[in-house]
């Protein structure tokens, strides 16, 4: 790769998180929204047994597929091998690469969308994960996007589907359907009120899965939680969405009504904990990126009342992902050690919040 | 529906009780029931006095070889069937057992009749066809829960219903009256769930799906009164009858 490439790739990269600076319905507490499709090609080896020349096959198949439709002319192609691993962090970060992808492998392409939405990643545990994100509580925008994008590869891939078992996948957990539609959910009040457990089993029950930001040992990290379906079998598209919008809104309230809770209730308790999570964020030489989240997930409580204006829910959810190791690394000029990451991220901190108040 | 919260398959209310039966050919399945209907259903459940310890332990002992008889059969027979390997890309059942993913799409058809179980335990459904609008929770329950539903060729159940119909003295290309449709099964299955016979339940559920598979996808109409055309299966094999039959007994043939 060319230094000019190398350039490129990283310009490329570092925009990758810009979807997240607008605003979204219900962005108080639902962060984003996902859809994921699982797609794989008939008789050739899923990606996990697949040989090289048989992973190549699958590569050049959707190559082609992908380079015959003008729907995706603009989309960028990132060959996973020339990326490193700080590139493949960053773009986990934001959500657009999976964990899978973020251990890089031959024959492994992604191509993403310009506004940075959409992603398809071939050769992943299946030949094909499309996925589009978006901005707050859009459930039935992201999969109506991706149903487009599935919709014009399939018109040029023949997708693996049984007659009996629906669209196949390397995992049963993901056959059926393939569809894999969650919300990210920001929830400082509930764990606050110790709520938390009692809500997540209530969610359990109608056959949904919560995870943390980055997956099954990311609990609580932030007081993010992933809410996704479980189930891909035997339901209907519009099932899993009526599901999830539905449970996620209960939620919604739930966490809305524990931070009301928590301000009529006990009002000086919350603004010295949001006070405090603000002071040490503004004046912190050592911060690590968990201390930080905890601290920014406080500050929420404050944005819905205005108490940190002009700081608003987006600029939050930028800042949450910012701290984040690749995302300071990138924007501070490139790989460095974790002691100077953490006073990075505490002078990038006070810098972006130092003219924040408590009002 | 999650097992994790099973309902009762004769009515609504959660499930207090889980009775594990061994039906036919050693095949194990589970039915889920609450406090009344597990008390009417099966009398020696019925709680007139605390079992003294001694027949807690005698009846718990009981269960307990049953169940080991069939955990036996059942690790048994996975042993015997671990050598089965997809025909294409040569993956080998038990190492699928082992990491839980398939190795191509032609897995699915190599190991279709082993991966009910996976299924059931991941999505509570052994296949994908959505259910019909108007299937009760009980039908659902049943197919959810029958480890014993065994791919049952329809014939079996027809020809139950045959020994059973009048003798056909019409015109043989009219719509037998022996014939039965994806309705008429449904009819069925609610009267096999009546009777608590789950087994036959779970078997005339399969052979619903196998029927509403054949179903055309465009609509057919009837010649002589325009009514929708439905798949039947009756003496000479699989057709398609008018839904207006017994007032029409047009039928053609299913290509």
């Known amino acids: ?359 | 529906m999650s097992v994790d919260n099973p309902k009762c398959m004769k009515c609504d209310r959660p499930a207090t009780t889980k009775i594990t039966k061994i039906g036919k050919e050693g095949k194990v399945f589970d039915i889920y029931l609450c406090d009344e209907h597990a008390q009417t259903s099966f009398p020696y459940l019925k709680k007139t006095q605390p079992p003294s310890l001694v027949e807690l332990l005698q009846h718990l002992l009981k269960q307990q070889g049953a169940v080991a008889e069939a955990a036996a059969a059942a690790a048994g027979a996975e042993e015997e069937l671990s050598g089965r390997t997809c025909a294409n890309c040569g993956l080998d059942y038990g190492a699928y057992r082992k990491t839980l993913l398939l190795g191509c799409s032609d897995c699915y058809d190599s190991f279709e009749d082993l991966l009910s179980h996976d299924l059931r335990k991941m999505h509570g459904a052994i296949s994908h066809a959505p259910e019909e609008e108007g299937a009760t929770r009980a039908e659902t329950a049943v197919a959810a829960d029958a480890e014993s539903a065994v791919k049952v060729p329809l014939v079996e159940i027809i020809n139950e219903t045959e020994a059973a119909a009048p003798v056909q003295t019409d015109d043989a290309v009219k719509s037998p009256d022996s014939a039965l449709s994806v309705a008429d099964l449904r009819r069925k299955l609610r009267e096999a769930i009546d009777r608590e016979d789950f087994e036959q339940a779970a078997r005339i559920r399969d052979s619903v799906r196998v029927l509403e598979s054949l179903q055309p996808k465009e609509e057919i109409r009837c010649k002589a009164c325009n009514a929708p055309m439905v798949v039947k299966h009756g003496p000479g094999g699989l057709f398609l009858g008018c839904s207006a039959y017994p007032q029409c007994r047009e039928m053609r043939p299913l290509e």
């Open chain 1, 1 to 359: 790769m060319t230094e000019q490439d190398e350039r490129s790739l990283a310009e490329f990269i570092k925009g990758s998180d810009g979807w997240l600076c607008s605003d979204g319905p219900l962005h108080h507490s639902i962060v984003s929204s996902r859809a994921r499709i699982a797609r794989n090609l008939g008789h050739i080896p899923f990606a996990p047994r697949a040989r090289g020349e048989q992973l190549k096959t699958v590569l050049e198949r959707v190559d082609e597929a992908v380079g015959s439709s003008s729907f995706f002319s603009d989309f960028q192609r990132l060959s996973i091998s020339d990326t490193n691993s700080l590139h493949r962090l960053f773009l986990k970060e934001s959500h657009l690469l999976s964990a899978e992808f973020e251990q890089g492998g031959e024959h492994r392409v992604i191509y993403i969308s310009p506004d940075y939405r959409v992603s398809i990643m071939i050769n992943e545990e299946d030949h094909l994960r499309m996925q589009c994100l978006d901005v707050g509580s859009q459930l039935r925008k992201v999969l109506a996007i991706i149903k487009e994008v599935e919709a014009e590869l399939g018109r040029r891939i023949p997708f693996a589907r049984h007659r009996r078992f629906g669209y196949l996948t390397a995992c049963p957990t993901n056959v059926g359907t393939g569809l894999r539609l969650s919300v990210m959910m920001h929830l400082p009040g509930l764990v606050l009120v110790n709520r938390i457990e009692e809500i997540l089993q209530g969610v359990a029950q109608y056959g949904l899965t919560v995870r943390g930001m980055y997956g099954e040992h990311s609990e609580h990290l932030g007081d993010y939680f992933q809410v996704s379906n479980e189930v891909t079998l035997g339901k209907s598209e519009e099932e899993i969405v009526e599901v999830l919008e539905s449970v996620a809104k209960q939620v919604v309230d739930h966490e809305m009504k524990a931070r009301d809770a928590l301000f009529e209730q006990r009002p000086v308790v919350v603004k010295d904990l949001i006070s405090r999570a603000l002071s040490v964020l503004q004046h912190a030489f050592i911060m690590d990126s968990a201390e930080a989240l905890s601290h920014l997930s406080k500050i929420r409580l404050g944005i819905d009342r205005g108490h940190f204006r002009p700081l608003g829910h987006a600029e939050l959810s930028r800042l949450m992902v910012e701290v984040q190791p690749a995302h300071l690394q990138f924007t501070t000029g490139g790989q460095i050690p974790v002691e100077a990451r953490d006073s990075r991220r505490a002078a990038m901190l006070q810098r972006r919040l130092g003219h924040i108040s408590y009002n």
